[in-house]
């Protein structure tokens, strides 16, 4: 029978939404372009409840838009006459017909043309499907709907730091709900998700590093069409940023282990909301090792033996690339001309980056094949330095000799001139005599 009831306040819903989808009248936004009042008089009213909205409004995107008060709540947008100005005026919806409300706007994509061409109008169609559609559609009224979101009279593009949506905003919105333990006790549903979130290496790229890339709850779990992803599409979802590593898990042994085992891709070893960093110290079968603490492998099985194989070719590679960057930088400092070297030695640091992706195959040959090209290139790199400060002995036992030679010409100069002034004191001592006789 709830199924039923269900089924026909969706039939009710869609019903009443096929109605309401027609755009503003012309005249009405004719009205609100030549300057509606309403915010005139609202504004100098003591009621915050009445006042607050009208302040709102003025940096509100439908606002700048020219979509005032009356857009929403009907009446006369332009009459100074409180009776006149409010006739025909539709109050606040209840919960359960606000998507609707906006999407008389929203969904109707000549209207939406003139305004915002790129904004997408099939929000209602999507909300409809998400946890919070249907749960609405089911006379749940705690649920977010499109005002808890974005707000009513305060609507800020994304962009605006000051929005609800903005990026950086985002965790704190959903959390405001989901963090709230008496509300989240009806579904039984955690409410630890924004602690974790914000101890995240994706909350540190967002807040301190400023990358407005970095995902955020919607990214993950959609917005309109809100819904957790099920197991078997936690991979595809963190394949949307991490694509490459995705492709390699799809062909790996996890793919279909985890799917078997009910357990999520990625998050089976990185965690869902408090990920961090990903580290070489994930590899292999020692205790800060996912390989041993999801409880799958240890010393004594082939995955395990793998993992650890995996571990010393990362290993490897990775203090092959230091050992030879340090030696580079070492002969620059030097005075030696490396840069050459330098640049092709990056190719080797690529080759550990695409290395770690490719660790997510979990076949061990596909992983030694790329830690032999890093390996190759950095022993050129090694090599290249090597060269270059055995040019720099030769040039020191060349400087040694030059200064040697110099040296000695120095000395011969300086005994020949000696010589030649006690030539010259024997001379002058042999003719003052007769000059003093004179």
């Given at each position: 029978?709830?199924?039923?009831?269900?089924?026909?306040?969706?039939?009710?819903?869609?019903?009443?939404?096929?109605?309401?989808?027609?755009?503003?009248?012309?005249?009405?936004?004719?009205?609100?372009?030549?300057?509606?009042?309403?915010?005139?008089?609202?504004?100098?009213?003591?009621?915050?409840?009445?006042?607050?909205?009208?302040?709102?409004?003025?940096?509100?995107?439908?606002?700048?838009?020219?979509?005032?008060?009356?857009?929403?709540?009907?009446?006369?947008?332009?009459?100074?006459?409180?009776?006149?100005?409010?006739?025909?005026?539709?109050?606040?919806?209840?919960?359960?017909?606000?998507?609707?409300?906006?999407?008389?706007?929203?969904?109707?994509?000549?209207?939406?043309?003139?305004?915002?061409?790129?904004?997408?109008?099939?929000?209602?169609?999507?909300?409809?499907?998400?946890?919070?559609?249907?749960?609405?559609?089911?006379?749940?009224?705690?649920?977010?709907?499109?005002?808890?979101?974005?707000?009513?009279?305060?609507?800020?593009?994304?962009?605006?730091?000051?929005?609800?949506?903005?990026?950086?905003?985002?965790?704190?919105?959903?959390?405001?709900?989901?963090?709230?333990?008496?509300?989240?006790?009806?579904?039984?549903?955690?409410?630890?998700?924004?602690?974790?979130?914000?101890?995240?290496v994706h909350w540190r790229m967002l807040s301190?590093?400023?990358?407005?890339?970095?995902?955020?709850?919607?990214?993950?779990?959609?917005?309109?069409?809100?819904?957790?992803?099920?197991?078997?599409?936690?991979?595809?979802?963190?394949?949307?940023?991490?694509?490459?590593?995705?492709?390699?898990?799809?062909?790996?042994?996890?793919?279909?282990?985890?799917?078997?085992?009910?357990?999520?891709?990625?998050?089976?070893?990185?965690?869902?909301?408090?990920?961090?960093?990903?580290?070489?110290?994930?590899l292999g079968i020692e205790e800060a090792a996912?390989?041993?603490?999801?409880?799958?492998?240890?010393?004594?099985?082939?995955?395990?033996?793998?993992?650890?194989?995996?571990?010393?070719?990362?290993?490897?590679?990775?203090?092959?690339?230091?050992?030879?960057?340090?030696?580079?930088?070492?002969?620059?400092?030097?005075?030696?001309?490396?840069?050459?070297?330098?640049?092709?030695?990056?190719?080797?640091?690529?080759?550990?980056?695409?290395?770690?992706?490719?660790?997510?195959?979990?076949?061990?040959?596909?992983?030694?094949?790329?830690?032999?090209?890093?390996?190759?290139?950095?022993?050129?790199?090694?090599?290249?330095?090597?060269?270059?400060?055995?040019?720099?002995?030769?040039?020191?036992?060349?400087?040694?000799?030059?200064?040697?030679?110099?040296?000695?010409?120095?000395?011969?100069?300086?005994?020949?001139?000696?010589?030649?002034?006690?030539?010259?004191?024997?001379?002058?001592?042999?003719?003052?005599?007769?000059?003093?006789?004179?």
């Amino acid at each position: 029978m709830s199924l039923l009831r269900a089924a026909g306040r969706m039939a009710r819903l869609l019903a009443a939404v096929s109605v309401m989808l027609s755009p503003l009248p012309d005249a009405l936004l004719a009205q609100e372009a030549a300057g509606g009042a309403c915010g005139a008089c609202h504004i100098e009213l003591p009621d915050e409840r009445l006042a607050e909205p009208a302040r709102l409004l003025q940096d509100d995107v439908h606002g700048v838009a020219g979509i005032a008060c009356a857009g929403c709540h009907g009446g006369d947008a332009v009459s100074t006459d409180a009776r006149t100005a409010h006739r025909g005026m539709r109050t606040r919806p209840a919960r359960d017909r606000e998507p609707e409300m906006c999407a008389r706007c929203h969904s109707n994509a000549e209207f939406m043309k003139r305004y915002n061409p790129d904004l997408r109008i099939d929000q209602l169609d999507r909300y409809l499907t998400s946890v919070h559609g249907r749960r609405l559609a089911a006379g749940d009224t705690a649920v977010a709907t499109c005002v808890d979101c974005h707000s009513n009279h305060g609507i800020l593009p994304e962009t605006d730091e000051r929005s609800s949506v903005h990026p950086l905003n985002v965790p704190r919105l959903c959390g405001s709900c989901h963090a709230d333990p008496e509300l989240m006790a009806a579904y039984e549903l955690p409410t630890d998700q924004l602690e974790e979130y914000e101890r995240s290496v994706h909350w540190r790229m967002l807040s301190e590093g400023g990358d407005l890339s970095a995902p955020v709850c919607n990214d993950c779990h959609g917005n309109h069409g809100a819904a957790p992803p099920g197991y078997e599409s936690v991979g595809r979802v963190c394949a949307e940023c991490h694509y490459q590593i995705g492709e390699y898990y799809a062909a790996s042994p996890h793919d279909s282990v985890f799917a078997a085992r009910g357990q999520p891709a990625c998050a089976t070893c990185h965690a869902n909301h408090d990920i961090q960093e990903a580290t070489d110290h994930l590899l292999g079968i020692e205790e800060a090792a996912t390989c041993r603490g999801s409880g799958c492998h240890s010393a004594a099985d082939a995955g395990g033996q793998a993992a650890v194989a995996i571990q010393s070719l990362v290993d490897s590679l990775r203090t092959a690339y230091m050992e030879a960057d340090s030696l580079l930088l070492e002969a620059e400092h030097a005075g030696m001309h490396v840069s050459q070297a330098q640049f092709e030695l990056n190719q080797a640091r690529t080759a550990l980056v695409e290395t770690r992706a490719v660790v997510h195959a979990a076949r061990l040959e596909a992983v030694r094949e790329k830690v032999g090209e890093g390996l190759e290139i950095a022993a050129e790199g090694y090599a290249e330095a090597e060269a270059a400060f055995h040019e720099l002995d030769i040039r020191r036992g060349g400087l040694a000799v030059s200064s040697a030679v110099i040296l000695l010409l120095i000395v011969g100069l300086i005994m020949k001139i000696r010589q030649v002034e006690r030539t010259q004191a024997m001379h002058a001592a042999k003719t003052a005599p007769g000059e003093m006789d004179e």
